[in-house]
């Protein structure tokens, strides 16, 4: 396993491609077979976004989640999303001091670097929304005073299919609030035997150790900025978000939030590749991650059956067959 890398040198491409490895290697020891799911993982992360993981019980979106908040050097917090959580378990609370004579604050579990929000969607829509800010803005409001949150800050949350017993549907801003939704999807045959010798009597958890520190993980933050994306990329997100507000089979399309992370993303997909630009092939790939969660089939259309249907999905890869792809330079 190797060391914790707290370097305070400079991020150059051999380091940032030494930090990213490093995540993608320890979290992929636990999760069999899925290195698309890591990846993306790895992406909201450093896009400065948050993911939710969305997929029927037992295929290990918890233990991505859980993997991801080990493999670095920072706080995490797990809250376990139920019926009666209220939004101050979240959030924090004010309790009055008697020897002080006054409230004081005391930080609820959103107060981490790394959320883990288990099952968010067998809580209320209040409590979900307790969530709001916090995602927006890195920071929450109690009793008209703002306190900020420790940064990196993500949210991985996870939620079983609106189909199961006992679970809320998200609202749409909610929704909105997560860069990215992603299924995790039964293993194949060869992984899941694998997973049956393996995990026996080890937990793999428990093997992994920090391989960044959360202060690398800023460094690293801040390298992915400074990937170039060029006028012409950027009008192609947008004419992207745009066909979705007016596409038929769509009654609500991609927000400007979207629009922004999904380009965010596609700098995170570059410097993985090892680009110091993006291509549009970085955002056709991310654009059913990004957007699909946030858009809403019309009425009546083939895409109806559910916001998370192979349906609205069709819809954009339709979309993304239309418009018009520009040629991409690196300057």
């Given at each position: 396993m190797p060391g914790t890398l707290k370097g305070t040198e400079p991020i150059t491409d051999a380091l940032f491609a030494q930090a990213t490895t490093?995540?993608?290697?320890?979290?992929?020891?636990?999760?069999?077979?899925?290195?698309?799911a890591v990846?993306?993982?790895l992406t909201a992360l450093l896009a400065e976004g948050h993911l939710l993981i969305e997929d029927v019980p037992g295929v290990g979106k918890t233990m991505l989640a859980r993997a991801l908040a080990a493999s670095v050097d920072a706080t995490v917090r797990r809250i376990q999303f139920t019926p009666d959580l209220l939004p101050g378990d979240v959030t924090g609370v004010s309790v009055y001091n008697p020897v002080e004579h006054e409230f004081e604050f005391k930080p609820g579990a959103v107060f981490a670097n790394i959320v883990i929000a288990d099952e968010i969607n067998r809580s209320s829509p209040k409590t979900q929304s307790a969530l709001l800010e916090a995602m927006e803005e890195g920071q929450v409001t109690v009793d008209g005073r703002s306190h900020l949150l420790a940064e990196p800050f993500l949210v991985v949350a996870t939620q079983n299919p609106l189909e199961m017993e006992g679970t809320y549907a998200l609202p749409e801003a909610q929704r909105d609030r997560f860069m990215m939704r992603i299924s995790m999807g039964y293993p194949d045959a060869a992984a899941e035997a694998l997973m049956l010798r393996q995990r026996d009597t080890i937990n793999p958890l428990?093997?992994?150790r920090p391989v960044v520190t959360s202060a690398r993980v800023l460094d690293?933050?801040?390298w992915v900025r400074a990937v170039h994306v060029s006028p012409a990329i950027e009008e192609y997100?947008?004419?992207?978000?745009?066909?979705?507000?007016?596409?038929p089979d769509l009654r609500l399309g991609?927000?400007?939030?979207a629009t922004l992370q999904l380009v965010r993303a596609a700098k995170v997909r570059a410097a993985l590749d090892g680009r110091g630009f993006v291509i549009p092939d970085d955002i056709t790939a991310l654009l059913i991650p990004v957007f699909a969660h946030r858009l809403i089939a019309a009425r009546g259309t083939g895409a109806s059956r559910s916001r998370s249907s192979d349906g609205i999905a069709e819809t954009l890869e339709q979309i993304a067959a239309s418009v018009r792809v520009p040629i991409a330079s690196r300057r």
């Open positions: 490093a995540i993608l290697d320890v979290v992929g020891r636990v999760i069999d077979g899925k290195p698309e990846r993306f993982a428990d093997e992994i690293l933050i801040a997100a947008v004419a992207l978000a745009q066909a979705t507000r007016i596409h991609a927000s400007p939030r």
